[in-house]
């Protein structure tokens, strides 16, 4: 059943007022909004019965998972041939259910992945803690953290989409030069670099 | 050399990305900066439909940024002889100012959605309608692409969904009924509450009792008003729709009186100027002996504003006692009595 909801309430709105850029007024919440209606909408959605068991006759190829059934799609990723009940369908990949589990774990192939942590903002922020002036005394921890996350991930995949290295490098210079400072500021003290020199 | 894959564009923002066949949604999370992006990805062969409709936070947005920006415009110009409060007004004025420009500057708001079997995603970053308008043409026609047709007339869509009969009986379903909520219930027992106390405020001379109503008062205002929103969705009994609009009112009135008073209050209690606001301004101990007056005034002392704070909490006492027995048995929880399964019949006995 074709079933658009409202934008602002999700109560279900009549199909017979929405066309392209028109207006519906929501029964629910009585607030005017545009519905751009797809084709995709008059597809039946609902979930379908499991295909019945079809074994291959002579001369098809068997699923690779339940021998039983004959095969109908090839796994994208592993090259098996499977049979419906073992598909799943990722754009426009077919998969079978196991590599499209593992792929999702894992995490490895880029078209897959759910989330990903943005190394090089974490090595920014942990080099600008100690700039919030409360926790300055943290640059001894948190500097060389910095400079260690930012080689260390210096290779690692960023975003999914297009973004420079510059925030890394930032955070590698910051936390360089606060161990540049912090080095300085000890040897000072020790050889006496800020003592004035009319002191005896 | 920029990693990532090439096969993104940019629809808008950083969150918002073209695929080859799929909308990329990025959502971010983090403190200040983003610490970790979480994909969601839309197939355009999939999606149902897009809806879009214009919020009201680009009034309500504007209003409070006005209601803000007056107060400092007052203290700016009533302070205009000493630097430093010039300065923290001015600066404070000048970003209010620019904030209320930018967003006046930027146009209306809206709320956009996209819509598959599955699920209906709102697409956070489309908050604005020029900015949205073109995205969402662009996400229409990449979607036609893929579904591979001109989008369905009405009456297509009408027959899918039963009959055009059964799809206009839809526009006139009603609310559903009030199920009851215990954040109205409680509201109004506060109101009543707090109305009494409020009423009783100028016969006590007490500064910890002057704290305590005033507290249950801003308790009792924003709960009746956050009710309001949140059970406007349901078919409210009219002494309830009554009751939390005058709480909501109640929170204007209030923010009047209190206002007035607390100007009255920093005249009544300086010794040295009568300029409004001086007794906040000066010290500490000045700003005390405002507080202390108005713990302490009689209704007489504060003349017509003892008036209107006696109003004030008259109208939570009416608005609360209004709208309790409709909270307390809120009409969507009526149901009939249950008809008891008829008695078996007693076997009989078996010699």
Same mark, same amino acid.
């Given at each position: 059943?074709?079933?658009a909801?409202?934008?602002?309430?999700?109560?279900?709105?009549?199909a017979?007022q929405m066309a392209v850029g028109s207006e519906v007024?929501? @029964?629910?919440?009585?607030?005017?909004?545009a519905v751009i209606a797809l084709p995709?909408l008059?597809?039946?959605?609902?979930?379908?019965?499991?295909?019945?068991?079809?074994?291959?006759?002579?001369?098809?190829?068997?699923?690779?998972?339940?021998?039983?059934?004959?095969?109908?799609?090839?796994?994208?990723?592993?090259?098996?041939?499977?049979?419906?009940?073992?598909?799943?369908? %990722?754009?426009?990949?077919?998969?079978?259910?196991?590599?499209?589990?593992?792929?999702?774990?894992?995490?490895?192939?880029?078209? =897959?992945?759910?989330?990903?942590?943005? %190394?090089?903002?974490?090595?920014?922020?942990?080099?600008?803690?100690? =700039? +919030?002036?409360?926790?300055? %005394? @943290?640059?001894?921890?948190? @500097?060389?953290?910095?400079?260690?996350?930012?080689?260390?991930?210096?290779?690692?995949?960023?975003?999914?989409?297009?973004?420079?290295?510059?925030?890394?490098?930032?955070?590698?210079?910051?936390?360089?030069?606060?161990?540049?400072?912090?080095?300085?500021?000890?040897?000072?003290?020790?050889?006496?670099?800020?003592?004035?020199? +009319?002191?005896? | 050399?920029?990693?990532?894959?090439?096969?993104?564009?940019?629809?808008?923002?950083?969150?918002?990305?073209?695929?080859?066949?799929?909308?990329?949604?990025?959502?971010?999370?983090?403190?200040?900066?983003?610490? &970790?992006?979480?994909?969601?990805?839309?197939?355009?062969?999939?999606?149902?439909c897009i809806s879009y409709?214009?919020?009201?936070?680009?009034?309500?947005?504007?209003?409070?940024?006005?209601?803000?920006?007056?107060?400092?415009?007052?203290?700016?110009?009533?302070?205009?002889?000493?630097?430093?409060?010039?300065?923290?007004?001015?600066?404070?004025?000048?970003?209010?100012?620019?904030?209320?420009? !930018?967003?006046?500057?930027?146009?209306?708001?809206?709320?956009?959605?996209?819509?598959?079997?599955?699920?209906?995603?709102?697409?956070?970053?489309?908050?604005?309608?020029?900015?949205?308008?073109?995205?969402v043409a662009?996400l229409t026609q990449?979607c036609l692409?893929?579904q591979?047709g001109q989008a369905p007339s009405a009456?297509a869509l009408?027959?899918?969904? $039963?009959?055009?009969?059964?799809?206009?009986?839809? !526009?006139?379903?009603? &609310?559903?009924?009030?199920?009851?909520?215990?954040?109205?219930?409680?509201?109004?027992?506060?109101?009543?509450?707090?109305?009494?106390?409020? /009423?009783?405020?100028?016969?006590?001379?007490?500064? !910890?009792?002057?704290?305590?109503?005033?507290?249950?008062?801003?308790?009792?205002?924003?709960?009746?008003?956050?009710?309001?929103?949140?059970?406007?969705?349901?078919?409210?009994?009219?002494?309830?729709?009554?009751?939390?609009?005058?709480?909501?009112?109640?929170?204007?009135?209030?923010?009047?009186? $209190?206002?007035?008073?607390?100007?009255?209050?920093?005249?009544?209690?300086?010794?040295?100027?009568?300029?409004?606001?001086?007794?906040?301004?000066?010290? /500490? $101990?000045?700003?005390?002996?405002?507080?202390?007056? /108005?713990?302490?005034?009689?209704?007489?002392? /504060?003349?017509?504003?003892?008036?209107?704070?006696?109003?004030?909490?008259?109208?939570?006492?009416?608005?609360?006692?209004?709208?309790?027995?409709?909270?307390?048995?809120? #009409?969507?929880? &009526?149901?009939?009595?249950?008809?008891?399964?008829?008695?078996?019949?007693?076997? #009989?006995?078996?010699?």
């Open positions: 059943m074709a079933v909801r409202c934008v602002f309430c999700n109560h279900v709105l009549p017979a007024v929501c @029964a629910g919440c009585h607030k005017p909004s995709a008059l597809v039946d959605g609902r979930p379908k019965p499991p295909p019945l068991i079809e074994p291959p006759s002579e001369g098809e190829a068997a699923c690779f998972y339940s021998p039983n059934r004959k095969a109908t799609h090839e796994c994208s990723h592993c090259g098996v041939l499977i049979s419906d009940v073992w598909a799943a369908q %990722w754009g426009s990949k077919s998969v079978c259910l196991k590599c499209l589990e593992h792929l999702r774990e894992k995490g490895k192939d880029v078209g =897959f992945q759910g989330s990903r942590l943005l %190394w090089d903002n974490i090595t920014l922020a942990t080099a600008l803690v100690p =700039f +919030t002036l409360v926790l300055y %005394w @943290a640059a001894f921890i948190t @500097a060389p953290a910095s400079v260690f996350l930012g080689f260390w991930h210096w290779n690692s995949p960023r975003s999914l989409v297009p973004r420079s290295r510059l925030r890394l490098i930032v955070g590698l210079l910051l936390g360089l030069s606060q161990i540049t400072a912090a080095v300085l500021l000890v040897c000072g003290l020790w050889f006496g670099w800020f003592t004035n020199g +009319t002191a005896s | 050399m920029k990693k990532g894959l090439t096969d993104y564009q940019k629809l808008l923002g950083h969150s918002l990305w073209e695929g080859p066949d799929h909308l990329l949604y990025i959502q971010r999370s983090g403190f200040l900066l983003t610490f &970790k992006e979480t994909y969601k990805r839309i197939d355009y062969a999939k999606v149902q409709g214009r919020t009201r936070s680009y009034l309500w947005s504007s209003v409070w940024l006005v209601l803000l920006l007056l107060p400092l415009l007052w203290g700016l110009l009533a302070n205009l002889e000493t630097p430093v409060a010039t300065g923290i007004f001015g600066g404070l004025t000048g970003l209010v100012l620019i904030l209320l420009i !930018v967003h006046l500057a930027r146009g209306p708001t809206c709320l956009c959605k996209i819509q598959t079997a599955v699920q209906v995603l709102r697409l956070k970053p489309l908050k604005r309608v020029r900015a949205a308008m073109p995205v662009r990449l692409q893929h591979g009456e009408a027959a899918a969904q $039963g009959n055009v009969a059964a799809a206009a009986s839809l !526009v006139g379903a009603p &609310k559903p009924a009030f199920p009851g909520s215990r954040m109205v219930t409680i509201a109004m027992v506060l109101l009543v509450v707090g109305g009494f106390m409020s /009423m009783a405020d100028p016969f006590i001379d007490h500064f !910890v009792y002057f704290f305590v109503t005033g507290l249950v008062g801003i308790i009792s205002s924003l709960l009746g008003v956050t009710a309001l929103a949140r059970n406007l969705r349901y078919q409210l009994p009219s002494s309830l729709k009554i009751s939390l609009g005058g709480a909501a009112a109640n929170v204007l009135l209030s923010f009047v009186t $209190g206002y007035a008073l607390l100007i009255m209050a920093s005249i009544k209690s300086s010794t040295t100027s009568l300029q409004p606001g001086a007794a906040f301004n000066a010290s /500490m $101990g000045a700003s005390f002996n405002a507080w202390t007056w /108005m713990s302490s005034a009689t209704l007489a002392d /504060m003349g017509w504003i003892g008036w209107l704070w006696m109003l004030n909490g008259g109208l939570a006492v009416v608005c609360g006692f209004l709208g309790l027995p409709a909270a307390l048995n809120p #009409p969507g929880t &009526k149901v009939s009595a249950a008809t008891p399964p008829p008695l078996a019949p007693t076997p #009989p006995d078996v010699p």
